[in-house]
């Protein structure tokens, strides 16, 4: 699959398709190991996507934990996996399954970077703006 170009951060891609997203920098990533962004999904409505970095890779996960919900981003990352911080189900990277059996597999998303930025897939899907709680 061609990688979609370059583009300011938020950003879709320009040839009409609306399912590719400029997420972050990869120094970025690399500097956090995770990030979360807002997105809303046509049928499914609002939810996180989280892009992680294992040391080799992206990858893009639906944030939550299929158990409890606990975010994922906030987990433990390591080669091909994210360890969830509540409970400590173990998910594949790459495919969103659960590898430990311990609950149901995740959604994952198609990442990948092009020219220093992360990318990702989400068909569907829009950018959210993120929530704003006032006092």
Not at 29 to 35: I, S, T, V
Not at 104 to 112: F, G, L, M, N, P
């Amino acid at each position: 699959m061609t990688s979609p170009p370059p583009q300011s951060s938020g950003s879709t891609e320009p040839t009409g398709s609306t399912d590719h997203f400029d997420l972050c920098s990869l120094e970025d990533l690399k500097a956090k190991g995770a990030l979360s962004f807002d997105f809303v999904h046509s049928r499914l409505g609002r939810h996180e996507i989280a892009v992680f970095w294992d040391g080799v890779d992206v990858f893009a996960l639906d944030n939550y934990c299929t158990h409890e919900g606990a975010m994922l981003s906030y987990g433990d990352i390591g080669p091909g996996e994210v360890i969830c911080a509540l409970h400590s189900a173990v998910f594949s990277l790459k495919t969103g399954a659960c590898l430990d059996g311990f609950t149901s597999d995740t959604v994952a998303y198609e990442a990948s970077v092009r020219d220093g930025r992360v990318w990702v897939i989400a068909p569907g899907e829009t950018r959210a703006q993120p929530l704003t709680h006032t006092g």
